[in-house]
């Protein structure tokens, strides 16, 4: 398929992923799927390319979902999979293989994905406020602050980043 066709794919499975995230999540969530969206645009080939279009919607909003705990109560937001795949028209066995194969090409899990995890699911993960300095796990409030200001610009940037001291 051409770039155009790609293009027309992408444009499309945002929209609805963007539908649902205003109506059912947040800001926050579609800005998070949309940068798996353009992951999985920039694969060669793109697996965007095969497939029908409600099923990677559907499997993108499942993924994020995932990594964010979406489908237990005891978070916010908080959502079923039954409800995602109401709103997609799809089914839990092709929406939960779709999401395990993208979870998979990109080696995303609940606890060291920062990219695509909420505020939210940040401030709670304990493994988030934590930092490697010489091969001891610290609290990231211990370090000094110039320290502490290295650390947050790395995450901001996506990047993870260990310390060592002389």
């Known amino acids: ?13 945002t929209e609805m992923v963007r539908d649902f995230c205003g109506l059912k999540l947040n800001e926050e969530y579609f800005s998070l799927s949309e940068k798996l969206i353009g992951k999985l645009k920039r694969k060669r080939p793109s697996p965007l390319l095969r497939g029908k279009e409600e099923i990677w919607a559907a499997s993108i909003v499942h993924t994020i979902g995932y990594v964010n705990f ?5 978070f916010e937001p908080h959502l079923s999979f039954d409800e995602v795949n109401d709103f997609f028209g799809t089914k839990k066995s092709s929406v939960g293989s779709k999401s395990s194969q993208i979870r998979n090409m990109f080696k995303l899990n609940r606890l060291g994905n920062y990219d695509f995890m909420t505020t939210y699911i940040k401030n709670r993960n304990p493994l988030y406020n934590m930092v490697l300095v010489n091969d001891l796990i ?4 211990e370090l000094p602050e110039e320290y502490q200001k290295l650390v947050k610009e790395a995450r901001d940037k996506g990047e993870d ?3 060592f001291t002389k």
Do not use: F
């Not at 979406?70 to 005891?74: A, F, H």
């Open 1 to 13: 398929m051409s770039k155009e066709k790609l293009k027309e794919r992408v444009e499309h499975i």
């Open 70 to 74: 979406l489908y237990d109560k005891s």
């Open 138 to 141: 610290l609290p990231i409030s």
């Open 161 to 163: 980043i260990q310390l």
